[in-house]
């Protein structure tokens, strides 16, 4: 077969494979299998830290990592100096850090699957007397502005512009659903969205006694205020503590 026809059949079998299985149903597929690596390396990550004490540890910290942290995330982005798949249990011994931090990133968990597991491992790991600073785009605050006539409420919230072109995805919104789906679903990559009742029970149900609402900048260890200012309008701020008591399971 000449090197023409061969092409030509890979681009068909290619193009018939695509039609079987849809690029959105495919994805997920793909972004596990590019895990796999990370994923066989977590034991050397969990040996790194074995005996380690008083960490600070930014989970999902993108390229936003901070000199003297853990800044974990499962892509090799400048400052990660911990490739790690989140969903897994996480790599510190009981009570090693001191304080944790997570900015956009526990709704790109699913919300039955992986959520509840990493929130209890987060638990498991901060030491007594400890901050869990967990940041999310605020669903209650978008479905608050959704409901507002016009598009001044979530112009706002999103910094999107006097066209609704978003500064964050480079789209142009037609109408406000497009613009709340895109908060909510991100092209399927975030698999939830949270409101304040929502994170301070899933906390609770995770172990944490005290569970905070907080707002940009303020909160109980100046350590962890590493929010970025450019996502505080449209973000809900929760801090969780872990007294030294007996974590109380109860939902409410
Ligand atoms: C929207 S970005 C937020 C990055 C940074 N925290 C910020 O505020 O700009 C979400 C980050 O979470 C990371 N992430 C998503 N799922 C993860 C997982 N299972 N394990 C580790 N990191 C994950 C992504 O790679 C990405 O860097």
Request: proline share 4%; aromatic share 10%; charged share 30%.
């Given at each position: 077969?000449?090197?023409h026809s061969k092409a030509g059949l890979t681009?068909?079998?290619?193009?018939?494979?695509?039609?079987?299985?849809?690029?959105?149903?495919?994805?997920?597929?793909?972004?596990?299998?590019?895990?796999?690596?990370?994923?066989?390396?977590?034991?050397?990550?969990?040996?790194?830290?074995?005996?380690?004490?008083?960490?600070?540890?930014?989970?999902?910290?993108?390229?936003?990592?901070?000199?003297?942290?853990?800044?974990?995330?499962?892509?090799?982005?400048?400052?990660?100096?911990?490739?790690?798949?989140?969903?897994?249990?996480?790599?510190?011994?009981?009570?090693?850090?001191?304080?944790?931090?997570?900015?956009?990133?526990?709704?790109?968990?699913?919300?039955?699957?992986?959520?509840?597991?990493?929130?209890?491992?987060?638990?498991?790991?901060?030491?007594?007397?400890?901050?869990?600073?967990?940041?999310?785009?605020?669903?209650?605050?978008?479905?608050?502005?959704?409901?507002?006539?016009?598009?001044?409420?979530?112009?706002?919230?999103?910094?999107?512009?006097?066209?609704?072109?978003?500064?964050?995805?480079?789209?142009?919104?037609?109408?406000?659903?497009?613009?709340?789906?895109?908060?909510?679903?991100?092209?399927?990559?975030?698999?939830?969205?949270?409101?304040?009742?929502?994170?301070?029970?899933?906390?609770?149900?995770?172990?944490?006694?005290?569970?905070?609402?907080?707002?940009?900048?303020?909160?109980?260890?100046?350590?962890?205020?590493?929010?970025?200012?450019?996502?505080?309008?449209?973000?809900?701020?929760?801090?969780?503590?872990?007294?030294?008591?007996?974590?109380?399971?109860?939902?409410?």
């Amino acid at each position: 077969m000449s090197d023409h026809s061969k092409a030509g059949l890979t681009k068909r079998l290619k193009n018939r494979f695509w039609s079987l299985f849809p690029h959105h149903a495919i994805a997920p597929f793909r972004f596990e299998l590019r895990l796999l690596k990370v994923r066989r390396r977590a034991s050397l990550v969990r040996r790194r830290y074995r005996g380690a004490r008083g960490l600070l540890v930014n989970l999902g910290a993108g390229p936003h990592g901070r000199p003297g942290w853990v800044n974990v995330d499962i892509s090799r982005e400048r400052g990660v100096n911990c490739v790690y798949d989140l969903r897994r249990d996480l790599p510190f011994e009981d009570g090693a850090v001191a304080g944790l931090f997570c900015e956009h990133v526990l709704e790109h968990l699913h919300r039955s699957e992986e959520a509840p597991r990493f929130l209890r491992e987060c638990f498991r790991v901060l030491e007594p007397g400890g901050v869990f600073r967990v940041i999310v785009p605020d669903g209650g605050r978008y479905l608050r502005a959704y409901s507002q006539e016009g598009w001044a409420a979530l112009d706002a919230l999103r910094g999107t512009d006097a066209e609704h072109r978003d500064p964050w995805s480079d789209g142009r919104y037609r109408t406000k659903m497009e613009l709340v789906n895109e908060i909510f679903r991100q092209n399927g990559e975030h698999q939830y969205a949270y409101d304040a009742e929502t994170l301070i029970a899933d906390l609770r149900e995770a172990g944490f006694d005290r569970v905070i609402e907080q707002s940009f900048g303020v909160g109980q260890d100046a350590r962890l205020l590493l929010d970025r200012p450019s996502r505080a309008a449209e973000s809900l701020y929760v801090e969780a503590l872990k007294t030294a008591a007996r974590p109380n399971f109860s939902t409410t």
